[in-house]
Each structure stands twice: as structure tokens, then as C-alpha cells.
């Protein structure tokens, strides 16, 4: 051990986590974590933290070893009992129960049985962008940002038009209940019990009369002849509308974010060619992803970096440190949508790809990598590229920008820009 000097220079304080500095920039913070506390024990938060890109990566691929669930299985805890979810595939962690309700419903969200929602991808892109035009300027958030993964998700399941407002109320409600505010958790609890009894006979409705819609899908969905229960599947639409929605939401922000500010340079290269639209989006999931951590728990000891991480500790693998790892990407401080170490195609849940290049953290690997990922890659790459051929010449309607920050911990929701004013010819 080096002197006290030596020590104390290098030292973090676990406050610092929980800094409205740390909200806006954590990025500093990262690199010291890296450098210099690659297995770093926060007493103050009771949590280890892991935050190199190959050793978030080793610990996705670890399902012996770090486990998602905090209860067991079978144990007194009802599922989904303190969750604003309810029962949720989140919950579960590595247990049979995960793999079943995995298994039922990711085949939804890939390949041919995702192509058939594309029209309907394009067609609420469409409506909003209309409601845009002529005025010169937009504030992409609000009017864009907040509405269109939302009014997606709801036309996917097959809910009725006339309804959409009040899912994007109920999904901005459940996302802030995943914060630390008593009255934030109160109101999505709230948000949620109006979805599943506004829910209830709509499922009793599409089992007796499926249709094509994602919902009458789920509905009917089975591994081995068995079949999620209401309480699951109501789960599960809470969790694709704020969780799946909330990560669109926030990626078209930042990618837009992006080409105004941090590289209206490369925005030229991208109007040339909207292909690169997919480019800006791995970018923008490496460089400043929408969520930074996942958590965990310990199933046995765990030797890192020459400490040893305990049974049952909580960990977080902190994504946003990952890719900023100077061990995994070149300049990784500089967004570059042409980059040659990164992997810019359609991403898997292996983490290994052809071209050799290292993935972004963003969507997770291994077991719980996000199911929605092709639907998130295919919803913002389609927005992005409509939104830029409908409003001509968009550039930044203010020279300033407070940038791409976290929201505030007494509210759930991740990270973007709070607004987002664009002016345009009109």
C-alpha cells in the first residue's frame, strides 16, 4: 500500500455518487473508478461496484456468480408486491421462472414478427412530425420524444386510438415511481392499478378474440403448453410501456442531442446518408447510453482486482464506465459515429461479434440482455430519419446547451436532455 498521501489523493467519497454534479457529468468519476478502483466498496450505499468493460462484461456472462433477483424464488416474498411494475420478468433474476416468461415473449420482439409493426412505426412517426411543421421551431421532447414510443407501444398491443393520452400520462407516472420519492412511488403505484383494471377486460376480451395485436400475442404465448397469468402479462405491459418506452424515448433525444451540439459536423455526413442514423445510435449507446447501471447480487464469493467481493453483496455494473473504458475503446471521451473499434451493426445477446470489435454495454449481455433491443435500434433509427427529411435545415435553436443529464433521484427515468428546442425552415 502507497502512503497516506498516496491514498487519500485517489480516494472517492461515496457522497459524491449522489452529487447533482455527479447527475449532470458522472463521467469524471468513472475514469477514477477505472484507474484506480476497478472493485470499488461503497459502505456508505452498501454496494460494490464494478465498473471496466470487460469486467461488466465477465459478470453478465456470469449467471453462477451474480444473480439479478434480490428474493429467492419460492421464498415468503410476493413477486412484484413492492415493484411499480407489479410481477415483472425484472424480478425474477436467474430462476426457471425468468427463462419461462423470457421464453414466452421474446420471440415477439425479433425477425419477421417485428417487420409486421414497422407500418405502424412509421405511421405514428408521421402523425406527430405533421403536428411540427410550418411554425419554424419545435422542442423535441415534449412534442416528440415523449409521445411516440408511447403511442408505438399502445398500437402494437392493439388498444384503442382514443386512449393513447392516457397511456402516455400512465407511463410518465410509473417511470417517476421508479425513483426515490415517496409521492413519485404513491402516484405510479396509482398509474398502475388504473392500467390493469383499465387492462382487465381487454385481456378477457382478446382471449376470447385474438386478433394480430401484441397483446392478443401474449396473451397466447406458451412454453410447453403453459401460459402467463393476468398478473404476468399486466406486468409485462407496465413494463415494455415505461421501461421500453422510456429508453426510446430518451435515445432519440440524445441522439439528436448529438448532431446539434456535440457533432454537427458528422450531422452533414448523416443527412447525406441517413444509414448512418444506425451508426449515431450505437454511438450514442456507448459514448452516453440512456441507463449506466444494472444491479446485481453475489451467489458465492468473488475475487476482483485483489479484493474479494462477499455472498449476497449488491453490485453495480456501471455501463456508462464501461464504455468510456480507454481498455476497450480509443478515445473513448469523443463521440465518433465512424469509428473502427466499434461494433455499429444490429447488436446480440453474446456480446461477440464477426468484425471482432467490442459491442456497447447499453442493452446488457448474456441471459438478461434487453429483449426489446431490435424494436429500440428500429423505432429510433425510423424516427430519426423521418424527423430529419420533414424539417429542412434543423440546426440548434439556442448556442447553449446544458447537455444530456440524469434525472433528479427523488424521480425515476434516465438520462437525457430536458428539452430540446430546434429551429428549422419552414
Known sequence: MGSMEEFLAKAIDPREFDSAAFQRDPFPIYKRL????PAYHDRFHNRWIISR????????????????????????????????????????????QHRFLRNVVAGQFVGNRLDVFIPVIE????ELIDKLLGRGEVELVEEFTHQFPIRVISNMLGLPRQDEDRFVGWYQALIAGLGFGGIHLARGIQARNEMWEYLTPLIEERRARPGEDLLSRIIAADQNGVRMSDAEIKGFVALLLAAGGDTTDKAIANMWFHMLYTRPD??????KDPS????????MMRYDP???MQFRRTTREIELHGKVIPERASITLYLGAGNRDERAF?????????????????????????????????????????????????????????????LKSPRPKHAQHEGIVAPSIDSGGFRSPRELWIEYDA
Open 34 to 37: 477505472r484507474d484506480d478502483h
Open 53 to 96: 468493460y470487460h469486467d461488466v462484461v465477465a459478470a453478465f456472462q456470469d449467471n453462477d456468480g451474480y444473480d439479478r433477483a434480490i428474493h429467492k424464488p419460492g421464498g415468503p416474498y410476493k413477486f412484484g408486491a413492492e415493484h411499480v411494475f407489479g410481477p415483472n420478468i425484472l424480478e425474477y433474476g436467474n430462476s426457471p
Open 123 to 126: 405511421k405514428i412517426a408521421g
Open 266 to 271: 458528422q450531422f452533414e455526413d448523416v443527412k
Open 276 to 283: 448512418l442514423w444506425s451508426n449515431v445510435f450505437s454511438e
Open 290 to 292: 440512456v441507463v449506466h
Open 330 to 390: 480509443k478515445a473513448p471521451d469523443t463521440f465518433d459515429i465512424h469509428r473502427d473499434d466499434l461494433h455499429m451493426g444490429r447488436e446480440n445477446r453474446s456480446g461477440k461479434y464477426l468484425d471482432g470489435k467490442n459491442g456497447h454495454l447499453g442493452f446488457g449481455i448474456g441471459q438478461h440482455f434487453c429483449m426489446g433491443y431490435a424494436m429500440a435500434r428500429q423505432e429510433t433509427v425510423i424516427a430519426c430519419t423521418k424527423l430529419a427529411e420533414a
